[in-house]
């Protein structure tokens, strides 16, 4: 059993940054293949980014790639996503998972213009 709790989110300005956490806790936090998805009001959820245990290896949707960077300490048990260049677009419940398997609860992001 893992536990997940995204914090982080909070009303910024387009072009500002931001950085969110996963706090994971139960099972160990390097087994799983992290990811990090969005969800934007009367859209459906949309995969963001993952990583892979070692995090040597990194995804991203085009639509932040090259704005987000995805990245997890093991050590701490925690995921980051770490948001530059933020636009309105990004605005949306940000949710972190485990494995697929696993879910937080989401932290809300809002990107003003």
């Known amino acids: 059993q893992v536990q997940l709790v995204e914090s982080g989110g909070k009303l910024v300005q387009a072009g500002g940054s931001l950085r969110l956490s996963c706090a994971a806790s139960?099972?160990?936090?390097?087994?799983?293949?992290m990811k990090w998805f969005r969800q934007a009001p009367g859209k459906e959820r949309e995969f963001v980014a993952g990583i892979t245990w070692s995090g040597s290896t990194t995804t991203y949707a085009d639509s932040v790639k090259g704005r987000f960077t995805i990245s997890r300490d093991n050590v701490k048990n925690t995921l980051y996503l770490q948001m530059n260049i933020l636009k309105p677009g990004d605005t949306a419940v940000y949710y972190c998972?485990?494995?697929?398997?696993?879910w937080g609860q989401g932290t809300q992001v809002t990107v003003s213009s």
């Open positions: 139960g099972r160990t936090f390097s087994d799983y293949y």
């Open positions: 998972n485990a494995g697929e398997m696993y």
